[in-house]
C-alpha cells in the first residue's frame, strides 16, 4: 500500500522559514517523480516543486529563490525547505509521486 505522510507544518510568521517532511512507503521511492502541492483556501491544487530520480528539481515562478526540494533515498524522505515564507503561501502542502498524495499539512503565514 502507498503511504505518504506529511508533517512539519504550522504557523509562522511573515518572513520566517519552515521545514515540510513527507514519508514514503509502499513504492520504489528512489525511481519515483516526486511532487509538492499546495492547496490555498477556496483555491485549486497548485504544483510547487518537482524533483526527478536523478535530482533535477523546478519550482512555481512564485517559490523559486525561496524553496528547495529534496530527497533521501536511504530514508524515503521528501523535504520542502521553506524560506522567506510569504502569507499567500498559506495552504496545505501535499506529497505526491504523482499517482497518490498524502492528507497534507497546513502552513499558515500570518502575523
Known amino acids: 500500500e502507498v503511504q505518504l505522510v506529511e508533517s512539519g507544518g504550522g504557523l509562522v510568521q511573515p518572513g520566517g522559514s519552515l521545514k515540510l517532511s513527507c514519508a514514503a512507503s509502499?513504492?520504489?521511492?528512489?525511481?519515483?517523480?516526486m511532487r509538492w502541492v499546495r492547496q490555498a483556501p477556496g483555491k485549486g491544487l497548485e504544483g510547487v516543486s518537482i524533483i526527478s530520480p536523478s535530482g533535477f528539481t523546478t519550482y512555481a515562478n512564485s517559490v523559486r529563490g525561496r524553496f528547495t526540494i529534496s530527497r533521501d533515498i536511504a530514508k524515503n524522505m521528501l523535504y520542502l525547505e521553506m524560506n522567506s515564507l510569504k502569507p499567500e503561501d498559506t495552504a496545505v502542502y501535499y506529497c505526491?509521486?504523482?499517482?497518490?498524495r498524502g492528507q497534507g499539512t497546513q502552513v499558515t503565514v500570518s502575523s
Open positions: 509502499g513504492f520504489t521511492f528512489r525511481s519515483a517523480t
Open positions: 505526491s509521486n504523482g499517482a497518490t
